[in-house]
Nanobody
Framework: QVQLVESGGGLVQAGGSLRLSCAAS????????MDWFRQAPGKEREFVAR????????YYADSVKGRFTISRDNAKNTLYLQMNSLKPEDTAVYYC???????WGQGTQVTVSS
């Protein structure tokens, strides 16, 4: 069992930066690959980024490549998403997810003003 709690969302101007965190409970965090997803109002939830269990392999959606960085600290049971050069179209609720499981966090709101 893994419980996930996101934090770090907020309101930022276009071009700004935010760092999201996802704190995981349970001793099995390091055995999971982890994802970030996001969902904008009226839209489907979409994939943002993925990282493997060790942090050595990462994948990004084309829309965020070069601007967002996913990372993890297994000693702290924490997943991160560094978001730079934010755009209004990045506005969404951001969720962390344990790859291949039904474990999702509750989400954190990111709002980017133009």
């Amino acid at each position: 069992q893994v419980q996930l709690v996101e934090s770090g969302g907020g309101l930022v101007q276009a071009g700004g930066s935010l760092r999201l965190s996802c704190a995981a409970s349970g001793r099995t965090f390091s055995s999971y690959g982890m994802d970030w997803f996001r969902q904008a109002p009226g839209k489907e939830r979409e994939f943002v980024a993925r990282i493997n269990w060790s942090g050595g392999i990462t994948y990004y959606a084309d829309s965020v490549k070069g601007r967002f960085t996913i990372s993890r600290d297994n000693a702290k049971n924490t997943l991160y998403l560094q978001m730079n050069s934010l755009k209004p179209e990045d506005t969404a609720v951001y969720y962390c997810h344990a790859w291949g499981s039904d474990y999702w966090g509750q989400g954190t709101q990111v709002t980017v003003s133009s």
